[in-house]
């Protein structure tokens, strides 16, 4: 079962925090033992409220997440509303696991360098 611990605080902070009353039974910090099927679902059910009814909201979510343009515009295009909701769900979390590895790599790199700089 992969776990999405160290990349779910873009929920809590994009998501939970501006839609209390959307995830008001769900405790705050869920979202850190989470599978990412649990969070794909969580949020495509967000994604699509968030279609219908605040584009505009959503796009900005996207923008903050550095979700490519090219690809969200692509996943507009799905032929329905569930389908777009999965794969701007997919992206999102894409995304977020790219700038986790992100982060791994340039920490390790950091750690080489002092390691080396204290030879």
Do not use: G, W
Not at 21 to 38: A, G, L, Q, V, Y
Not at 95 to 100: A, F, G, H, I, N
């Amino acid at each position: 079962m992969h776990r999405t611990t160290q990349n779910n605080d873009f929920l809590n902070m994009d998501f939970q925090d501006k839609f209390p009353d959307k995830f008001e039974s769900i405790p705050s910090r869920i979202f850190e033992t989470m599978d990412r099927n649990e969070l794909k679902e969580k949020l495509t059910s967000l994604i699509k409220e968030l279609l219908q009814n605040d584009f505009a909201r959503l796009c900005n979510i996207i923008y903050r997440h550095d979700v490519q343009e090219v690809k969200f515009q692509k996943a507009l295009e799905l032929p329905d509303i569930v389908l777009q909701a999965e794969k701007i769900s997919d992206l999102v979390i894409e995304r977020e696991l790219q700038k986790v590895e992100t982060r791994k790599a340039y920490r390790r790199y950091k750690e080489n360098n002092n390691k080396k700089s204290l030879k």
